[in-house]
Protein backbone atom coordinates (compact mmCIF):
# COMPACT_ATOMS: atom_id res chain seq x y z
CA UNK A 1 0.00 0.00 0.00
CA UNK A 2 2.01 3.07 -1.17
CA UNK A 3 2.06 6.12 1.56
CA UNK A 4 0.49 9.56 0.51
CA UNK A 5 2.30 10.68 -2.48
CA UNK A 6 2.77 14.43 -2.98
CA UNK A 7 3.67 15.80 -6.75
CA UNK A 8 6.11 17.63 -7.69
CA UNK A 9 8.80 17.42 -4.30
CA UNK A 10 9.87 20.87 -6.05
CA UNK A 11 8.14 23.44 -7.85
CA UNK A 12 9.44 26.80 -8.76
CA UNK A 13 7.29 29.52 -10.18
CA UNK A 14 7.71 33.19 -11.13
CA UNK A 15 5.89 35.97 -9.57
CA UNK A 16 2.00 35.82 -10.71
CA UNK A 17 2.14 32.57 -11.89
CA UNK A 18 -0.60 29.96 -10.60
CA UNK A 19 1.16 26.72 -8.22
CA UNK A 20 -1.07 23.51 -8.43
CA UNK A 21 -0.03 21.26 -5.96
CA UNK A 22 -1.03 17.06 -6.12
CA UNK A 23 -1.83 14.96 -3.32
CA UNK A 24 -2.82 11.21 -3.57
CA UNK A 25 -4.20 10.02 -1.04
CA UNK A 26 -3.79 6.62 0.66
CA UNK A 27 -5.66 3.59 -0.79
CA UNK A 28 -8.82 3.40 1.45
CA UNK A 29 -8.53 6.78 2.76
CA UNK A 30 -11.23 9.44 2.23
CA UNK A 31 -10.21 12.38 4.49
CA UNK A 32 -7.27 14.50 3.07
CA UNK A 33 -5.65 17.83 4.77
CA UNK A 34 -3.30 20.41 3.53
CA UNK A 35 -0.57 22.23 5.82
CA UNK A 36 1.95 24.94 5.12
CA UNK A 37 5.50 25.36 6.57
CA UNK A 38 6.96 28.54 6.48
CA UNK A 39 10.74 28.22 6.14
CA UNK A 40 12.27 27.93 10.06
CA UNK A 41 8.43 27.55 10.77
CA UNK A 42 5.83 25.16 12.38
CA UNK A 43 3.33 23.32 10.42
CA UNK A 44 0.28 25.33 10.26
CA UNK A 45 -3.30 23.33 9.19
CA UNK A 46 -4.59 25.12 6.26
CA UNK A 47 -7.79 22.93 4.82
CA UNK A 48 -9.35 19.60 5.29
CA UNK A 49 -11.20 17.83 2.84
CA UNK A 50 -13.41 14.70 2.53
CA UNK A 51 -14.52 13.46 -1.71
CA UNK A 52 -16.01 16.27 -3.18
CA UNK A 53 -16.48 18.38 0.27
CA UNK A 54 -14.48 21.37 1.76
CA UNK A 55 -15.41 20.85 5.68
CA UNK A 56 -12.69 23.14 6.87
CA UNK A 57 -10.99 26.00 5.71
CA UNK A 58 -10.40 28.04 8.42
CA UNK A 59 -6.55 27.78 7.68
CA UNK A 60 -6.89 28.97 4.34
CA UNK A 61 -5.60 32.80 3.11
CA UNK A 62 -9.18 34.62 2.08
CA UNK A 63 -7.98 35.06 -1.61
CA UNK A 64 -5.90 32.72 -4.14
CA UNK A 65 -5.65 29.98 -2.53
CA UNK A 66 -8.19 27.06 -3.42
CA UNK A 67 -8.28 23.27 -2.94
CA UNK A 68 -10.63 20.41 -4.08
CA UNK A 69 -10.94 16.77 -3.95
CA UNK A 70 -12.84 15.51 -6.52
CA UNK A 71 -14.65 12.32 -6.43
CA UNK A 72 -12.12 10.70 -8.99
CA UNK A 73 -8.41 11.57 -8.67
CA UNK A 74 -6.25 13.66 -6.39
CA UNK A 75 -6.67 16.09 -4.50
CA UNK A 76 -5.50 19.72 -6.06
CA UNK A 77 -4.17 22.81 -3.60
CA UNK A 78 -4.33 25.76 -6.06
CA UNK A 79 -2.51 29.09 -5.28
CA UNK A 80 -3.50 31.86 -8.14
CA UNK A 81 -1.02 34.74 -8.42
CA UNK A 82 1.91 33.59 -6.40
CA UNK A 83 4.32 35.91 -4.35
CA UNK A 84 7.49 35.30 -2.90
CA UNK A 85 5.94 34.99 0.45
CA UNK A 86 4.21 31.61 -0.84
CA UNK A 87 7.22 29.93 -0.68
CA UNK A 88 7.35 26.96 1.78
CA UNK A 89 7.16 23.32 1.90
CA UNK A 90 3.11 22.38 1.57
CA UNK A 91 2.08 18.95 3.05
CA UNK A 92 -0.34 16.76 2.35
CA UNK A 93 -1.98 14.10 4.88
CA UNK A 94 -4.87 11.70 4.57
CA UNK A 95 -6.74 9.39 7.09
CA UNK A 96 -9.48 6.51 6.72
CA UNK A 97 -12.90 7.48 7.74
CA UNK A 98 -13.10 6.97 11.58
CA UNK A 99 -13.07 8.58 14.48
CA UNK A 100 -9.55 8.24 16.12
CA UNK A 101 -7.97 7.00 13.12
CA UNK A 102 -3.98 8.37 12.58
CA UNK A 103 -3.69 10.85 9.71
CA UNK A 104 -0.65 10.00 7.57
CA UNK A 105 2.33 12.50 5.95
CA UNK A 106 3.51 12.67 2.81
CA UNK A 107 7.09 13.89 1.69
CA UNK A 108 5.44 17.74 0.54
CA UNK A 109 5.92 19.63 -2.42
CA UNK A 110 8.45 22.75 -1.76
CA UNK A 111 7.27 26.13 -3.38
CA UNK A 112 9.92 28.55 -4.30
CA UNK A 113 8.60 31.71 -6.07
CA UNK A 114 11.44 33.30 -7.68
CA UNK B 1 -4.94 26.56 18.78
CA UNK B 2 -2.39 23.74 20.18
CA UNK B 3 -3.51 22.69 23.76
CA UNK B 4 0.09 20.69 24.97
CA UNK B 5 2.89 22.00 26.56
CA UNK B 6 6.63 20.66 25.39
CA UNK B 7 10.00 21.53 26.63
CA UNK B 8 11.17 23.50 23.82
CA UNK B 9 14.74 21.20 23.01
CA UNK B 10 16.35 18.35 24.66
CA UNK B 11 19.32 16.37 24.40
CA UNK B 12 19.81 12.46 24.75
CA UNK B 13 22.75 10.34 24.35
CA UNK B 14 22.71 7.66 21.94
CA UNK B 15 21.40 3.99 23.15
CA UNK B 16 20.07 5.65 25.69
CA UNK B 17 16.20 6.31 26.35
CA UNK B 18 14.60 9.29 25.96
CA UNK B 19 11.39 10.72 27.11
CA UNK B 20 9.49 13.34 25.94
CA UNK B 21 7.23 14.61 28.21
CA UNK B 22 3.81 16.97 27.28
CA UNK B 23 1.36 18.52 29.43
CA UNK B 24 -2.39 18.61 28.10
CA UNK B 25 -4.05 19.54 31.55
CA UNK B 26 -6.97 21.15 29.56
CA UNK B 27 -7.92 17.33 27.68
CA UNK B 28 -11.27 16.37 27.24
CA UNK B 29 -12.63 12.67 28.26
CA UNK B 30 -12.70 11.61 24.65
CA UNK B 31 -9.89 13.53 23.39
CA UNK B 32 -6.70 11.30 22.35
CA UNK B 33 -2.86 12.28 22.82
CA UNK B 34 -1.05 11.61 19.24
CA UNK B 35 2.91 11.68 18.50
CA UNK B 36 4.12 12.77 15.47
CA UNK B 37 7.48 13.58 14.92
CA UNK B 38 9.68 15.58 11.45
CA UNK B 39 12.93 14.75 10.93
CA UNK B 40 14.65 17.75 8.92
CA UNK B 41 12.57 18.42 5.94
CA UNK B 42 10.61 15.44 5.56
CA UNK B 43 6.92 15.10 6.46
CA UNK B 44 5.87 14.34 9.42
CA UNK B 45 5.60 11.38 10.91
CA UNK B 46 3.23 9.21 13.13
CA UNK B 47 4.38 7.43 16.28
CA UNK B 48 1.89 6.69 18.34
CA UNK B 49 -1.72 7.58 20.17
CA UNK B 50 -3.58 6.84 23.26
CA UNK B 51 -6.69 7.92 25.28
CA UNK B 52 -5.79 6.70 28.73
CA UNK B 53 -4.11 3.22 28.72
CA UNK B 54 -0.37 3.13 28.20
CA UNK B 55 0.69 1.94 24.45
CA UNK B 56 3.69 0.49 22.80
CA UNK B 57 4.56 -0.06 19.35
CA UNK B 58 7.83 -0.93 17.62
CA UNK B 59 8.76 2.68 17.47
CA UNK B 60 8.21 3.81 20.82
CA UNK B 61 5.72 3.54 24.17
CA UNK B 62 3.25 6.18 25.25
CA UNK B 63 2.89 6.58 28.79
CA UNK B 64 -0.49 8.72 30.14
CA UNK B 65 -1.03 9.31 33.75
CA UNK B 66 -4.03 8.76 35.35
CA UNK B 67 -5.50 11.98 35.33
CA UNK B 68 -5.03 12.33 32.07
CA UNK B 69 -3.15 15.87 32.28
CA UNK B 70 -0.08 14.61 30.85
CA UNK B 71 2.17 11.80 29.28
CA UNK B 72 5.76 10.84 27.92
CA UNK B 73 6.70 9.61 24.89
CA UNK B 74 9.55 6.89 25.44
CA UNK B 75 11.81 6.10 22.86
CA UNK B 76 13.81 2.97 24.41
CA UNK B 77 17.45 3.03 22.45
CA UNK B 78 17.63 6.31 20.76
CA UNK B 79 19.61 6.19 17.83
CA UNK B 80 20.97 9.55 15.79
CA UNK B 81 18.20 8.58 13.58
CA UNK B 82 15.94 9.37 16.15
CA UNK B 83 16.85 13.09 16.10
CA UNK B 84 13.98 15.12 15.22
CA UNK B 85 10.95 17.63 16.08
CA UNK B 86 8.60 15.64 18.13
CA UNK B 87 5.08 17.29 18.64
CA UNK B 88 2.39 15.89 20.79
CA UNK B 89 -1.38 16.56 20.06
CA UNK B 90 -4.74 16.33 21.63
CA UNK B 91 -7.56 15.42 19.12
CA UNK B 92 -11.42 14.42 19.34
CA UNK B 93 -12.49 11.61 17.73
CA UNK B 94 -15.71 13.47 16.12
CA UNK B 95 -15.08 13.46 12.04
CA UNK B 96 -11.45 13.12 12.24
CA UNK B 97 -10.96 16.33 13.34
CA UNK B 98 -6.99 18.14 12.08
CA UNK B 99 -4.49 17.90 13.99
CA UNK B 100 -3.21 21.40 15.67
CA UNK B 101 0.89 21.44 15.69
CA UNK B 102 2.55 23.24 18.67
CA UNK B 103 6.05 24.20 18.50
CA UNK B 104 7.20 20.65 19.46
CA UNK B 105 10.53 19.62 21.11
CA UNK B 106 13.50 19.11 19.33
CA UNK B 107 15.19 16.03 20.41
CA UNK B 108 19.17 15.60 19.76
CA UNK B 109 20.67 12.39 19.91
CA UNK B 110 24.30 12.69 21.04
CA UNK B 111 26.72 10.51 20.04
Known amino acids: NAGVMQNPRHLVRRRGQEARLRCSPMKGHSHVYWYRQLPEEGLKFMVY????????ESGMPKERFSAEFPKEGPSILRIQQVVRGDSAAYFC????????????FGQGTRLTVV | DAKTTQPTSMDCAEGRAANLPCNHSTISGNEYVYWYRQIHSQGPQYIIH???NNETNEMASLIITEDRKSSTLILPHATLRDTAVYYCIVRAPQGAQKLVFGQGTRLTINP
Open chain 1, 93 to 104: ASSPQGSQAEAF
Open chain 2, 50 to 52: GLK
Open chain 1, 49 to 56: LQKENIID
